[in-house]
């Protein structure tokens, strides 16, 4: 099977990594889906969109040389006309344009309780190396 570049292709889920996930095209062929490919916002783990087994639809978007493929899931999806791919703002984590991590966009209150929940793991973790950096240089000695 000659893969191409701009075809769209079904494929299986047979590995998943921080980076990205690797899918199963034919024949033995597989490809990797970059984490910045699955999704037009912000994608913080790939455990969220996907799962070992999941079907998927991708876009061939590079073949190297060396017989690596790149894929993409965000580029195989068909868009209404006048919707313009991912702008900059778009890649926010509960963005619009998105697609939420279970199936559909994410209400309102989910991400406001997303945003919740990222802010105080961020404040702890100020709060925390604000901690370790007391006592620098002018600390008394005693």
Do not use: C, W
């Amino acid at each position: 099977m000659a893969i191409e570049v701009g075809a769209k292709l079904e494929g299986r889920v047979t590995g998943i990594t921080r980076f990205g996930a690797f899918i199963d095209l034919a024949d033995g062929v597989t490809g990797l889906v970059h984490i910045s490919e699955i999704a037009d916002h912000y994608v913080r783990d790939v455990n969220d969109y996907l799962k070992i087994d999941d079907i998927v639809t991708v876009k061939v978007i590079r073949v190297d040389m060396d017989g690596k493929i790149a894929l993409s899931i965000r580029q195989a999806v068909d868009r209404p006309a006048g919707r313009a791919p991912s702008q900059r703002g778009d890649r926010r984590p509960g963005g619009r344009g998105g697609v939420g991590p279970a199936s559909g966009k994410l209400s309102f209150e989910e991400k406001i309780s997303r945003f919740l929940r990222d802010s105080e793991e961020r404040i702890a973790s100020l709060r925390r190396n604000a901690e370790g950096k007391r006592g620098g240089r002018g600390a008394r000695r005693g």
